[in-house]
Each structure stands twice: as structure tokens, then as C-alpha cells.
């Protein structure tokens, strides 16, 4: 369009678009007073309110978990492997023990959710459930 024209030609025609108002007349544009948020412009109030404060509570203290299994305890890992269990679990690769995978940790597991509420009986666990209720009022 204009780019191949010399300077002073693209200003005299861009100034022969503008409405003339009685010589070298300038676009006065409205000057914004307020952000879109209806903050002013030019507020300089940098007055915030104070940082409240948390309360502090009680530090954790850190408690083993008490777990029931109603069952027979697993074997521990050396019992695991002094047993042979480890003969039935597929053996980890490379990418397996990158990730945190052992075959003992996955024996060990299913050995555990195997005997995890093995005697569990309905009727004799709520019966006891309501013993202890008793027994705490």
C-alpha cells in the first residue's frame, strides 16, 4: 500500500484523511479513568488491610496405624521367601524397580488381602461393635 512510497508522502496522506478543524489539528483522544475492574486510574492508595494471621493448633503427632485384621497376620518378608511364595509372582524388569516394583512387596500384598477378614463373621462383629459401645458409656 504505502511501503513503497517515500515518508513524507504516506504523512501528507494520512494528514489529508484527518478532519481538518483550521490547520494542523490533533485527534484528542478520551483518556481512560477507570480500569474495567471500576478501579480509578491514578489511585495511588496503596493502603491494604493487615495479613490476619492463622491460629496455630496442636503440632501432629504422628500415631502407628491400628489395624484389624480379623484373620490370620501374613508372613513377614522373610518368612516369604524362606517359604517359596516368591516362585508363583512375576519377577520385576528394569522398568518395574525404576517404578518402585518388587516382586516380594506384590507377594507380600496378595498374602495380606488373602487373610485381611478371613473369620469375619457379620453377627459376631456387630455383636462385639455393641459390647464395646457398652462398655464405653
Do not use: W
Not at 496442636?58 to 501374613?74: F, K, M
Not at 473369620?119 to 464395646?132: G, I, M, R, T, V
Amino acid at each position: 500500500m504505502f511501503s513503497d512510497l517515500p515518508a513524507g508522502c504516506i504523512l501528507a496522506a494520512h494528514s489529508a484523511k484527518l478532519p481538518s478543524a483550521g490547520g494542523d489539528a490533533v485527534a484528542v483522544l478520551a483518556v481512560a479513568t477507570t480500569f474495567s475492574s471500576g478501579i480509578r486510574v491514578g489511585m495511588s492508595n496503596r493502603s491494604f488491610p493487615p495479613v490476619t494471621q492463622a491460629s496455630e493448633g496442636e503440632p501432629y503427632i504422628h500415631s502407628r496405624l491400628q489395624i484389624e485384621y480379623l484373620g490370620p497376620t501374613a508372613p513377614t518378608s522373610p518368612e516369604i521367601r524362606e517359604r517359596g511364595y516368591l516362585k508363583c509372582v512375576r519377577r520385576e524388569d528394569e522398568k518395574d524397580r525404576a517404578g518402585g516394583y518388587t516382586f516380594a512387596l506384590a507377594c507380600r500384598r496378595a498374602l495380606q488381602e488373602a487373610m485381611f477378614a478371613l473369620y469375619f463373621a457379620p453377627q459376631l462383629h456387630e455383636l462385639e461393635q455393641e459390647d464395646s459401645y457398652m462398655d464405653e458409656s
